[in-house]
């Protein structure tokens, strides 16, 4: 089942064209890692996924339901319903954004309870449960700063989980961490994709990208300039700017 078809991404900030048409394909239960050199679109196209960045041209289809399209003359059109579309991807950011005033608990109820107006003690075991899988129910009751970087990343991918996403998207979630603290937030997004989630991953984290990606996309100047399995991207690249931007990381 293809649970994320884009096509044709273009994305311009005034003169800036930062995405000039990208396509990504994405089936159920793949992990799809996103690399390429910094300023080169990955957040921005991530942000468009999800509507957090409305595009210019192309067309995005989630879950065979269509969130925007672009005709002929170029004319973009959102769907009635493409938020509620663009909710059924959940996101984790570099900056684990979370509710500083609420306990962690509290964090990942909010939405679920407020937004999507579900049952408050549903979602609390609901919550509980996820804690629990992330290895902080211990930590319900505290306030998200008194938590470590990786405690919070690991809260953060909780509350996106909470709000029960088919898709979740991460943007660099290991970037602003300590690097001892890495390895925990990986081990979560690890057991994620053992769970069979759709993923799809921005990140600097080649040993990640490489053991666990099913496809990986190198974004560079708006394009994805190449694509494939991680034993090709690493093993065996092709593209000039991949090659050496892999020197410049390895
Ligand atoms: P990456 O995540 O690959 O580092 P980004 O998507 O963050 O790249 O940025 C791509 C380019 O778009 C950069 O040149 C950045 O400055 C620019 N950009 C990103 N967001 C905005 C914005 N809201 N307004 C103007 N320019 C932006
Ligand atoms: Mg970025």
Redesign the pocket.
């Known amino acids: 089942m293809r649970k994320i078809e884009a096509k044709s991404i273009c ?1 311009k ?2 003169d ?1 064209e ?2 000039k048409s990208i396509d990504m394909t994405v089936d159920e239960g793949e992990v799809v890692a996103i690399i ?12 468009c996924l999800n509507k957090l ?1 409305t595009i210019n041209g192309g067309t995005i289809i989630i879950d065979g339901e269509t969130l925007v399209s672009t005709d002929e003359n170029g004319n973009v059109r959102y769907a009635d319903n493409s938020s509620r579309i663009a909710c059924r991807m959940g996101m984790v950011f570099q900056q684990f954004n979370l509710f500083p005033h609420m306990t962690v608990l509290e964090n990942l109820m909010e939405a679920p309870v407020h937004v999507q107006k579900r049952n408050p003690a549903e979602v609390q075991k609901e919550a509980e449960a996820l804690l629990e899988k992330v290895g902080l129910l211990e930590k319900r009751d505290q306030y998200p700063l008194r938590l470590s970087g990786g405690q919070q990343q690991r809260v953060a991918i909780a509350r996106a989980l909470c709000m029960k996403p088919d898709i979740m998207l991460f ?2 979630p290991t970037s602003s961490l300590d690097p001892e603290l890495t390895g925990e937030v990986l081990k979560t997004m690890r057991n994620l994709a053992e769970d069979h989630m759709t993923m799809v991953v ?1 990140t600097h984290e080649m040993g990640f990208a490489r053991e666990v990606a099913t496809k990986v996309l190198f ?1 560079a100047d708006g394009y994805i300039q190449e694509q494939g399995v991680p034993e090709e991207i690493f093993g065996n690249p092709k593209n000039e700017r991949l090659k050496s931007f892999l020197k410049s990381i390895l």
């Open positions: 994305k900030f005034d800036l930062v995405l390429g050199p910094s300023g080169g679109g990955k957040s921005t196209f991530l942000r960045e943007d660099e921005v974004m």
